[in-house]
């Protein structure tokens, strides 16, 4: 056999699949013309239920299970390219005019989870030279400051590298419908802090954030006495509790700068179970912004319920030659087993394709939302 007659062949059949193709899709503008004229919606489900019988039958045996996949996806490129000649597609999904600055400013009022001393606290210095910090005491709370205008950013975090996913944070974005403006990175120590003169055999009780508990598991589990673990609100807060408390047999696991803040002395350094533990904060505004040079963007998407939804999506932003950098589900609130998908994209609002990546996907979701799109640092 030689291959290159075998290819000049294949190549000879794609010409005409190409021909054919590029005729069905005039055809299709026909029908997107007749549907708008006549106010019907472009996905007729029954019709392609029945093409997809019709042509099944049309093959030949050794064939048939090759014909459904395919001509799904001719048929969503056809309905593709009529919602593009509608126009109707994305409208409304991504905000027509982005404000663009080069930074953030200077000295914004940010409000930030927690007490000082709280990683908050850190992603917040890091991000702003000079801001005017407004504390409260909930994720919840940092929501409703940058919603009601009190402030202009809002300091969040998102997901650790060991834990994984903050999901308060997730279902705050969705619901509030804020926007990130720029993301950061930072290494998390976490250090096991007490009272001075209190050593490690005489703790029977750990204070720290719940997801920095889950980040030192293994730590926690082999400490000479068996600990209670109990989640405070913060890292920060627990650190203060210990320092408040008249206990001799309570520890913190906090941060290096929480140990002089609040007094208290470093038993261990470093006690998460996997060294290189980062976590990924967030800054929310109120509108969309491009900050500097965004590099990614956030979406949130709800697909039909029905085999291949999630993939026809990702398909599309496969075939734009788009990078997904996160696929993330969450259930839907107040729903059994139904999930939306966050998913971050290496393309922006100054991208070419971002435009055609909206326009594509937002008729396959029965739900499309903009986060924002930002750049990530890191510290
Ligand atoms: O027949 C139609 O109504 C079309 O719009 C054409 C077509 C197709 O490409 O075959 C595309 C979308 C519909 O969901 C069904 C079929």
């Known amino acids: 056999m030689d291959l290159s007659i075998s290819r000049a062949r294949i190549d000879e059949i794609d010409a005409q699949i190409i021909e054919l193709f590029e005729r069905r899709m005039h055809i299709a503008a026909d029908v997107a013309a007749y549907k708008r004229a006549t106010g019907k919606p472009v996905l007729d489900k029954a019709r392609e239920a029945a093409k997809i019988d019709k042509a099944t039958e049309l093959a030949s045996d050794e064939f048939k299970k090759f014909i459904p996949p395919l001509f799904s996806m001719m048929m969503e490129m056809s309905r593709a390219y009529q919602h593009s000649l509608l126009d109707d597609g994305s409208e409304g999904v991504v905000p027509a005019a982005i404000d663009e600055v080069a930074e953030l400013p200077a000295a914004?009022?940010?409000?930030?989870?927690g007490v000082e001393g709280a990683y908050q606290h850190i992603a917040c210095r890091e991000l702003f030279v000079d801001p005017d910090i407004v504390f409260v005491p909930t994720f919840d709370a940092v929501a409703d400051a940058v919603e009601e205008g009190r402030v202009e950013y809002g300091i969040l975090p998102l997901e650790n590298s060991t834990a994984g996913t903050v999901d308060r944070v997730y279902d705050l974005l969705y619901k509030r419908g804020l926007y990130i403006a720029r993301a950061i990175t930072l290494r998390i120590n976490h250090d096991l802090l007490a009272k001075p003169g209190v050593e490690e055999s005489d703790i029977v009780e750990v204070f720290s954030h719940e997801q920095a508990l889950r980040q030192c598991t293994d730590f926690i589990a082999q400490m000479p006495n068996e600990v209670t673990s109990t989640a405070c609100r913060n890292t920060a807060m627990a650190a203060s509790s210990v320092a408040n408390s008249e206990r001799r047999d309570v520890a913190a696991i906090s941060s290096t700068a929480c140990a002089e803040l609040y007094g208290l002395n470093v038993l261990q350094h470093a006690i998460q179970d996997e060294a290189d533990n980062f976590t990924r904060f967030i800054c929310?505004?109120?509108k969309p912004q491009l900050v500097g040079v965004p590099e990614r963007s956030s979406l949130l998407l709800i697909t039909p319920h029905e085999a291949g939804a999630l993939f026809r999506v990702l398909s599309r932003i496969a075939a734009l030659g788009v990078n997904m950098l996160k696929l993330?589900?969450?259930p839907i609130p107040g729903s059994e087993f139904e999930f939306m998908f966050y998913v971050d994209i290496e393309?922006?609002?100054?991208?070419?394709a971002f435009d055609e990546?909206?326009?594509q996907i937002e008729p396959l979701c029965d739900s499309l939302?903009?986060?924002g799109s930002y750049a990530e640092v890191s510290a």
């Open 284 to 286: 929310v505004a109120k």
């Open 347 to 352: 393309c922006t609002p100054n991208d070419a």
């Open 357 to 359: 990546v909206i326009a």
């Open 108 to 113: 914004a009022h940010v409000a930030v989870q």
């Open 369 to 371: 939302a903009y986060l």
């Open 328 to 330: 993330e589900s969450r």
